[in-house]
């Protein structure tokens, strides 16, 4: 059973800073691709970073490059997510998820993820 569960969100004024996490079980993040995704009211859920299996190369959006940085610690299964320079337009739920197959690579396709977490939501003020 694999289970994600996210934190660390909150409400924050623009040009201040968050980190996210998300504690997997059941999932080794040494053989897995993590992915953080978000969704703010009335759209779709929009792809925000990637890490890879293993030694975790990473992948962004064109509109948070720069600004976050995806992260992991495999000894405490925690996937990280560091905000920088936040935006009003970075408000939405943060979701972490995991690709259901082992030493998949990374990709932007949340239909490409298995198992999602509950989300967390990050809301950032003018």
């Known amino acids: 059973q694999v289970q994600l569960v996210e934190s660390g969100g909150g409400l924050v004024q623009a040009g201040g800073s968050l980190r996210l996490s998300c504690a997997a079980s059941g999932r080794t993040f040494t053989t897995y691709t993590m992915g953080w995704f978000r969704q703010a009211p009335g759209k779709e859920r929009e792809f925000v970073s990637t890490i890879s299996w293993g030694a975790g190369p990473t992948n962004y959006a064109d509109s948070v490059k720069g600004r976050f940085t995806i992260s992991k610690d495999n000894a405490k299964n925690t996937v990280y997510l560091q905000m920088n320079s936040l935006k009003p337009e970075d408000s939405a739920v943060y979701y972490c998820?995991?690709?259901?197959?082992?030493?998949?690579?990374?990709?932007?396709?949340?239909?490409?993820?298995?198992?999602w977490g509950q989300g967390t939501q990050v809301t950032v003020s003018s």
């Open positions: 998820a995991t690709r259901g197959t082992r030493f998949a690579p990374t990709s932007s396709r949340p239909e490409e993820y298995d198992y």
